[in-house]
């Protein structure tokens, strides 16, 4: 497993175990600002793990709802710093002719904490989005195998335990991609950027499953992918319950070993007799 450029940092620690005190040579998962910026203006600066920062930006602003195919982008570019590092990336997107300031309070407003839930749904109807393909299906036997899969290909978590995971399968269980961050929502994004640059929108015949918990915020940017079935290894939020049965979202939560919950248009998953 590669871990990519710069996302591990190296740091000296003291370790107690049973009484005994020693140094040691530790590896953090590294968290550095990332800018946005759409046609010069800036958009957003997230707190990300540096690494496959074109497909972060693409991702985020494909389920943030700026754009809705990759030919909207006519130039994505990560620029250098004077120090080497890159925490900026540039977006061209001509046909985006809205004003800036309108364009920062929308993302402000459909991206905050304190929003209600009733808005937040709300704010999700006016964009539009489908409910996914309502054919697709995989087995039980195969979501089962997929949190192990998972961790088995986590390089970066594998070298801090520190960091989240969002990954795509096939019907069969087959990895598709996955990519790791510091936050979920990022990992989620740079997973979407991936198969937007990569011409793979909709991802009407994938299963995505993250690390930690099924927040609205990720299972909104499934949907706008087009993903039909959701799982996570812990706990989906009430909002995100909300949103997957109103948009026909397969959600899973608790998936681990051979258990988990659906809370979600289990049809994709379980046997047709035992849907209601």
């Not at 300031?101 to 709300?122: E, H, P, W």
């Not at 499953?209 to 039909?228: M, N, T, Y």
């Amino acid at each position: 497993m590669r871990v990519p450029e710069r996302s591990v940092e190296l740091t000296q620690v003291t370790e107690w175990e049973d009484g005994i005190v020693r140094p040691l040579q530790d590896s953090l998962a590294a968290e550095e600002p990332l800018e946005i910026r759409v046609n010069g203006t800036p958009l957003s600066v997230t707190m990300r793990t540096p690494g496959h920062d074109l497909e972060l930006a693409a991702g985020f602003l494909l389920t943030e709802g700026i754009i809705e195919s990759p030919n909207q982008i006519a130039d994505l570019r990560a620029v250098t710093s004077r120090t080497g590092k890159s925490n900026l990336v540039e977006v061209d997107i001509p046909s985006l002719s809205c004003d800036a300031a309108v364009m920062q309070r929308n993302f402000y407003s459909a991206s905050s904490c304190g929003i209600c839930g009733k808005a937040s749904i709300d704010a999700i109807r006016v964009r539009g989005l489908k409910s996914p393909d309502p054919r697709f299906r995989v087995d039980a036997e195969v979501l089962c195998r997929l949190p192990e899969a998972l961790r088995a290909h986590q390089a970066v978590f594998s070298s801090t335990g520190g960091l989240h995971a969002a990954a795509l399968y096939d019907s069969s269980g087959q990895l598709i991609t996955l990519r790791e961050d510091i936050g979920r929502h990022n990992a989620v994004d740079k997973v979407i950027g991936w198969a937007l640059l990569q011409g793979q929108l909709p991802l009407s015949q994938r299963v995505m499953l993250v690390s930690g918990r099924g927040g609205f915020e990720i299972a909104q940017k499934a949907l706008a992918a087009g993903v039909p079935v959701l799982a996570s290894v812990s706990a989906p939020s009430s909002l995100a319950v909300k949103l997957a049965r109103e948009l026909g979202l397969t959600l899973i939560g608790f998936l681990r070993g051979r258990r988990f919950v659906v809370y979600s248009c289990g049809f994709r998953c379980l046997p047709s007799e035992l849907c209601s």
